[in-house]
Structures are given as C-alpha cells and as structure tokens.
C-alpha cells in the first residue's frame, strides 16, 4: 500500500513536471524563461534556493538565483550578492563537473563528499553568507545539438512542513525529466535571442548609435516599466505575463527600418538638414511596413513598437497619423497625442530617449543618471505620459544595473556578456582570505 502511494505521488510528480516543462515552451524571453524554469525546478522538490548557471565563453555564469532564506536578509526584490558571478568550467566543483560530464549528481550531505572525489562543495560562499548548502542536486542544461547550455542546481529540498530533508529517487527523476525539456526552451529563446541582436547589427554596421547593448538596456528598461504600470492598473496577471514576454523581443527591434536608411544620414555628426531629417524620420514607416500584416501578438507589439516610439504626449512627435488624411497646412501628418498613442509606444519612447541621454553620442557625452532621471522628469506632460513616467521613476533603481549589464562596449556587441561584463572574473578557490578567523577549513565554496 505504502509503496502504491509513492508510485502514484511520483507519478503525479512527473505529470508536474512535464506540465511545467510544456509551459516554458511559449516563454521566449530568456529573462522571464531562466525566472520561471527556477521557480517550477524548485517547486518540484521544494528546494530553499536555487541557481542556473549559463555557459559564456567558456565559463559558467550566475544567470540567476533564487534562495528564500538569503531573499529575507538581503531584502526582498534585492540582488544576491553572487549573481553575476562566474567560475571556471572544471571538473573540481559540482557545476563545471556537471557541465563537463552532462549528467545529473545529487549529494545530500555536502560534509560527507569523498576527499578523493574529483569535485568537492567549496564553502566559503555558505560562510560569507551564513547560509549552509547541505543537499544540493545539479543537472545539465543540454541542448538538441548535445553541448551544454548551462547547469540548473537545486539547494536544502524541504518537507511539506518546512523541515530539512534529502533529495528523493522520484524528486531527482522529475528533476531530470523537466531539466531536459526545459534545456529545449531554453535553447529556443536563446536562438531568437540571437536571430533578433543579429538583426539589429544589420542597423549597426550604419548606425554608430544604435547598439546591441542600447537595444537590450531599451528592452529591458521598457519590461521594468510595464511592470510597474500594469501593477499599478491591476492588469490581470495573464496578460502582464503575455506581454512581458514579448515586449522585449519588439523593443529591441524598435529601430529596425534604420537598416534602410543611407549611412550618410544615419552616420552625420552635425544637425541635419530638412531632407536628411525627414530622411532619417522614415525610420519609423520603413520599420512598420515590415510589420504592416501582424499575424501574432509579437508582430502587433512590434508595429506598435515601431510606429508610435518617436510620438509625442503633447502630439508634436512623428510620424502622426499616417494613413487617415489627417493633415496641417504644410501637408505633415498630424501627430497622435495622449493616450491615442500606444502604450507601448509611449514607454518606448521613455526607455529610448532615457537611454539616449544616458550614452555617449557623436555630438554629446553621456549625461550622468541624475540628470538624464531630471530631463525626463520636466518632460512628464510634455513629451511623456505622466503615468508612464511616474513607473519610470518608480524603478529608477534598476537604471544602473541594467548599465552594468549591457555596457557600451565593444565587447557587448556579442548576445552574450562576457564574464568581465557581468562580474568579476571570479574563481571561488582564487579568492582572497575572507573566511571568518574562527574558522577551520581552508575556504572555498559554491552556491
Ligand atoms: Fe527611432
């Protein structure tokens, strides 16, 4: 009877993670993905933290991490003070062992590993944070092409009532189940990813202002802020997910009709004259027509995106109200104003214009944030949606993060930051003496 109880509870458990699987199947931004693969992996075994590593040149990379004990001391929303961080890919610690061999390894009692294993737990994070990893299951992130994308780890599984436990057989095989459906989303969303950053060179080869790195900060700096407006209007949670999914993916494309636009103009260190101007201001059309058939949500994000992030609040932006007949004397198309324009154009135009003053251009040098945060501010009414700045405002603590992240370098202009830009170039074992005095063991360590 005991053992017909387990099977169906394991069976359940697996039907769980198949579910969960399927369900990171319709994520394409690698962001929300890596969030909700944590999430659902911890959920199936109840596991008290949790990180996946990302391969990057050549080294594994803190994409994210999650740990309920750390969240309460650090402050909920706060970074972990690890994230970012990166080791080498070696068989002497349980990620790079795992990345190396692609097979899953469970240890339950991170004190009772051989001494002759070739992998050990390196505990000088556990005592830099106070924070012990006693049972830490890690699998492979494989993709269809049989390289490893990354690692997944899963830290402290607990009973239903919060108690320690160990890792079960039936929780490490779910485990695996979903790890491997989850490695195929993974690699989808990294895929398009990269199809899209590939893309956007195509804008940058003419354009020195527009960069991988300025396309990604806009794409990330917009999620932040819808975030926060569809909170604040009690979006149902369904339709936030939905478009924080996608709307990164169309932000990054906002400036694509640039790649049609000649070098000449896009490349002109002086103002512009009328014709170059307008020239340049077709930008906008260019990019739309090539979504003027929306087919998905995604391309209507896209067209949304495109035609409405150069508008203005007070109706003095471009490119108007093309298509309707609606006119001024001088036969320009008048704008849209207020909420004619989309939503997600006026957040674009925030994240685009806020950005812009925040980096270095051919006739200015970047402004510091508290200045380019002020000039946003006075033009709340004027040039944005008041509303759209307020939540602008409201996240302004993630502006410097989301710099550091995609620094405007040369070496961004690869998709995948590379260790030095996230972090340091870290080695648990190379750090220097920061164990506590009291004690013992040489200290190392690993999440
Ligand atoms: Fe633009």
């Known amino acids: 009877m005991t053992l017909e109880l387990f099977d169906e509870a394991d069976a359940a458990r697996d039907r769980l993670a198949g579910r969960l699987a399927a369900g990171l199947n319709r994520l394409v931004d690698v962001d929300l993905l890596l969030k ?23 080294r594994l990379v803190f994409a994210i991490s ?21 080791l080498r890919i070696d068989r002497g610690t349980l ?32 005592h830099v944070n106070s924070y012990v990893c006693r049972a830490i299951a890690t699998l492979p992130l494989k993709a269809s092409g049989g390289e490893t994308l990354g690692v997944l780890q899963l830290i402290n ?38 199809t899209t950053l590939l893309t956007i060179r195509a804008v940058t080869a003419s354009d020195p202002t527009e960069t991988a790195a300025h396309a990604q900060r806009v794409a990330r700096l917009s999620a932040e802020i819808y975030d926060h407006w569809a909170n604040g209007r009690k979006t149902p949670v369904v339709e936030r997910e939905r478009v924080l999914n996608l709307l990164p993916v169309a932000a990054m494309m906002h400036d694509i009709g640039k790649c049609f636009i000649s070098r000449e103009v896009l490349g002109k260190p002086g103002r512009l004259n009328l014709i170059e101007r307008k020239a340049m201001e077709g930008h906008v059309a260019v990019g739309a027509a090539m979504f003027s058939i929306p087919r998905t949500y995604l391309d209507r994000l896209a067209l949304n995106v495109i035609l409405d992030h150069h508008e203005r609040w007070d109706g003095l932006g471009y490119p108007g109200r093309l298509g ?71 996240v302004r603590q993630v502006l410097g993060k989301i710099r550091q992240r995609f620094p405007e370098t040369g070496a961004n202009e690869d998709d ?3 260790p030095g830009e996230l972090g340091q170039d870290y080695d648990w074992r190379d750090r220097g003496p920061t164990q506590p005095p009291d004690l013992e063991a040489p200290a190392e360590d690993e999440p």
């Open 36 to 58: 909700k693969l944590l999430i659902h992996a911890r959920s199936l075994v109840k596991a008290e933290a949790g990180t996946v590593y990302l391969v990057r040149r050549g």
């Open 66 to 86: 999650q740990n309920d004990y750390l969240e309460k001391a650090v402050g909920i929303g706060q970074d972990l003070p690890f994230l970012g961080e990166n």
């Open 95 to 126: 990620a790079g062992f795992v990345a190396i061999e692609q097979r899953p390894l469970t240890v339950n009692d991170t004190d009772r590993i051989d001494p002759d294993s070739p992998f050990q737990h390196y505990k000088r994070l556990d």
């Open 157 to 194: 599984p607990q009973t239903v009532s919060g108690l320690s436990t160990e890792f079960s057989p039936g929780g490490e095989r779910a485990l695996a189940f979903f790890a491997d459906s989850a490695a195929l989303a993974l690699e989808k969303a990294l895929m398009l990813r990269k």
């Open 324 to 394: 309707l007949s609606d006119y001024d004397a001088s036969g320009r198309a008048k704008g849209k104003k207020g909420e004619e324009i989309s939503i997600f154009g006026r957040i674009l135009a925030v994240a685009d214009v806020y950005d812009a003053l925040s980096s270095r251009r051919i006739y200015k040098e970047a402004f510091d944030e508290s200045l380019a945060v002020q000039i946003m501010e006075q033009e709340s009414g004027h040039h944005f949606d008041p509303e759209v700045i307020e939540s602008f405002m409201a």
């Open 416 to 418: 995948e930051p590379s």
